[in-house]
Nanobody, 124 residues
Framework: EVQLVESGGGLVQAGGSLRLSCAAS????????IGWFRQAPGKEHEAVSC????????YYANFVKGRFTISRDNAKGTVNLQMNSLEPEDTAVYYC?????????????????WGQGTQVTVSS
């Protein structure tokens, strides 16, 4: 059974940090790019970051560049998203997703597997 399980969300004050984790199982993790998406209330899903399977290249949406860092541990089947300097606008449910293509994409339709999401709330 394929599973992606996010953890690490919570409530934090503006300027604070959180570290999200995504634990994968049930598929060949090394072959998949892993992306993070988020959905704020009343808004569409938006891509946040992605880490490629092939070379571990990383990509970030402009609104998180310099604040968020994505990393993966293929031995453990996990991807982390370190989020610093959080802003109230970062409040959303954060999802990790797996894409069989080794490189990164930023469209929801490219991703095969999705986690259930973890809530991040940033207070002002």
């Amino acid at each position: 059974e394929v599973q992606l399980v996010e953890s690490g969300g919570g409530l934090v004050q503006a300027g604070g940090s959180l570290r999200l984790s995504c634990a994968a199982s049930g598929f060949t993790f090394d072959d998949y790019a892993i992306g993070w998406f988020r959905q704020a209330p009343g808004k569409e899903h938006e891509a946040v970051s992605c880490i490629a399977a092939s070379d571990g290249a990383t990509y970030y949406a402009n609104f998180v560049k310099g604040r968020f860092t994505i990393s993966r541990d293929n031995a453990k089947g996990t991807v982390n998203l370190q989020m610093n300097s959080l802003e109230p606008e970062d409040t959303a449910v954060y999802y990790c997703a797996a894409d069989r293509v080794a490189g990164c994409g930023f469209l929801r339709s490219e991703y095969e597997y999705w986690g259930q999401g973890t809530q991040v709330t940033v207070s002002s």
